[in-house]
């Protein structure tokens, strides 16, 4: 399933950087981390969320992240736009959340592919 992936998130001045690129890496084999003043950004393509897919078809969660995913389709832009808990990320657990839970900020993901609604079903497969 060809996409581009961007996923970043906010370092901010109590965070320790390190602990936030290590929740980066728990939930994608990204193929390119970009560090800025206040935010981290990793890029990739569908093997990046590899680790979500297996992760949602072990905690048998596909059937919510399809909710969430489909919330977040943007079909004229041809993306999909969602988000995952930080905290969450830095024990490995991959949590997709709709709103900003912690007062550090979620990760903000971002894919881009021409077929969003079958990368969805790739992503959720049964």
């Excluded at 078809?57 to 919330?71: F, G, N, P, S």
């Excluded at 993901?109 to 992503?123: A, Q, S, V």
Aim: aromatic letters at 6%; a negative charge.
């Amino acid at each position: 399933m060809n996409c581009k992936m961007e996923a970043h998130t906010t370092v901010h001045p109590t965070e320790d950087l390190d602990k936030v690129i290590k929740a980066l890496s728990n939930v994608f084999d990204y193929d390119d981390l970009i560090i800025t003043e206040d935010q981290i950004t990793v890029t990739g393509s569908s093997s990046t969320l590899c680790p979500i897919k297996e992760f949602l078809k072990k905690r048998q969660t596909r059937d919510t992240a399809r909710k969430i995913l489909t919330k977040g389709l943007e079909p004229n832009l041809n993306e999909i736009n969602f988000k995952i808990s930080k905290q969450a990320a830095f024990a490995g657990i991959i949590n997709l959340v709709e709103d900003d839970l912690s007062p550090l900020g979620e990760i903000e993901i971002t894919i881009k592919t021409k077929k969003p609604e079958e990368f969805i079903d790739w992503l959720c497969d049964h």
